[in-house]
């Protein structure tokens, strides 16, 4: 999926529009620098993974007014002709710089950097935001379920109650980056060679007049392994014809590989399955358990012992149920070559071009952060790197693959507090360096002046 699948330039706010044109006919076209980030982690948790570079460089790189579009904006009585006939010469022509997607971040911290004149800068904003908070969110809830599943399989199954069709093949995508060993949805299987698992509904199972024709004939259908959903009628019963079944089938070279849960006491049927699975030499058959879970749920299941070999977790994933949305922004922090700062109230941002310092203790996990002015001194890893120059990649994205593996590093060095579901003791220190901090007074006290009377 690229970044314009999904409607295109206009698919923004009207205010970037009308800003637009203020821009071009006061002639404001110097440079401008925007950064992404998150103004404060959800309540209860402990670190985000940054996700959705990809698709915010897709966007970037292919960012045009069509002629319809151009048509449109000129007949729609909001703006005029000289200015919208500009735009047919639009193209994203700056730079950025980001975290490279997989990474841990925290609160105040710039996911991205844009860095262009301001017009391009400011255009891309709510698609920016779009974007990167989204798969963000999912990649971090995701994260979460794959610590609690403690190394089980993950699979995505939350395409159907996605909200909508980019939702549901970039969560696909997200959970993929965060750990989950795939996904049931297809075109991500396309379109990224996410690995693919499926079973069967229900629905099959009823369209037949008994459960056990159901699975023979499905298993006959798929030789080579199939997973066998034994919870639409009685399921300790229809256990007990699945060992029954697979003696026919191992007699054809056939085998059963799993069975799937999917309603009630996920952690009771489980244990009666296992033993029902084990009485008939069918050690084997691994059990698969879905319906309406998340890392609170996995992390009981996997902590109570139930033996569940792996999850198909959607709905509360791909949403993020619990926190559905990232208090994130996207603000201009230097134009013109003079550092600028918001200062509302619970909004104040930093100004500046910044950059994140990760310093590492002796085990190697992360034991703080600075955020300080890019080209200043900092103590660690710097986080942000270039991507983009003049509107272009800096070169090949890297495979899923390559960020999925970023991910899981960044996982496993995190420290114990960190990775837990409960809130940490104490959250992730985030120091604010000095200069950064002198350059806000500076920006603030410059600002009292230019309001004083004369």
Request: hydrophobic share 40%; aromatic share 8%; net charge neutral.
């Amino acid at each position: 999926m690229t970044g314009m699948d999904a409607g295109g330039i206009l698919l923004t706010d009207l205010y970037q529009l009308t800003m637009l044109q203020a821009y071009w006919t006061r002639g404001m076209v110097g440079t401008a620098v925007f950064e992404f980030f998150v103004r404060k982690l959800p309540l209860g948790r402990n670190f985000l993974v940054a996700a959705g570079l990809e698709q915010a460089l897709d966007y970037l790189e292919q960012a045009r007014f069509s002629k319809a579009e151009l048509d449109w904006l000129a007949g729609c009585g909001r703006f005029r002709r000289e200015f919208v006939d500009s735009l047919a010469q639009w193209r994203f022509a700056g730079d950025v710089d980001a975290l490279p997607e997989g990474t841990i971040c925290f609160a105040d911290e710039p996911l991205l950097r844009v860095v262009a004149p301001l017009p391009q800068a400011q255009l891309v904003e709510s698609r920016l935001i779009n974007l990167l908070q989204f798969q963000t969110m999912v990649a971090s809830k995701a994260a979460r379920c794959t610590l609690a599943a403690e190394g089980r399989m993950l699979v995505d199954f939350g395409l159907r109650r996605a909200h909508g069709a980019e939702a549901g093949l970039l969560s696909a995508r997200a959970a993929y980056v965060a750990g989950f060993t795939g996904t049931a949805t297809v075109l991500a299987g396309l379109r990224w060679d996410i690995p693919l698992f499926g079973t069967m509904a229900h629905s099959y199972v009823q369209a037949h007049e008994r459960e056990t024709d159901a699975f023979e004939h499905f298993a006959r259908c798929h030789p080579g392994g199939t997973t066998l959903l034994i919870d639409t009628y009685d399921t300790e019963a229809a256990a007990q014809d699945v060992v029954a079944l697979a003696r026919r089938l191992r007699a054809d070279g056939i085998p059963i590989q799993a069975v799937r849960l999917d309603s009630g006491d996920l952690a009771d049927h489980a244990r009666r399955v296992r033993a029902i699975l084990d009485g008939g030499g069918m050690q084997e058959v691994r059990i698969f358990a879905s319906g309406n879970l998340d890392e609170y749920r996995l992390r009981d299941l996997v902590r109570g012992g139930a033996p569940i070999d792996g999850f198909g977790v959607g709905t509360r994933m791909n949403t993020s149920a619990d926190h559905p949305y990232l208090d994130c922004a996207y603000k201009l922090e230097e134009y013109d070559s003079l550092p600028r700062r918001k200062r509302s109230e619970g909004k104040a941002t930093w100004p500046g071009r910044k950059q994140v310092w990760r310093r590492l203790d002796a085990s190697g996990h992360p034991d703080g952060d600075t955020l300080g002015l890019e080209g200043g001194e900092g103590t660690g890893e710097p986080l942000l790197r270039p991507v983009m120059r003049a509107g272009r990649r800096i070169g090949p994205s890297p495979a899923l693959s390559v960020v999925r593996e970023h991910a899981a590093a960044e996982l496993a060095r995190l420290p114990e507090t960190l990775r837990a579901l409960d809130p940490a003791p104490r959250p992730y220190a985030v120091e604010v360096s000095a200069a950064l901090q002198d350059m806000a007074h500076a920006v603030d006290a410059s600002h009292v002046l230019q309001r004083s009377p004369r």
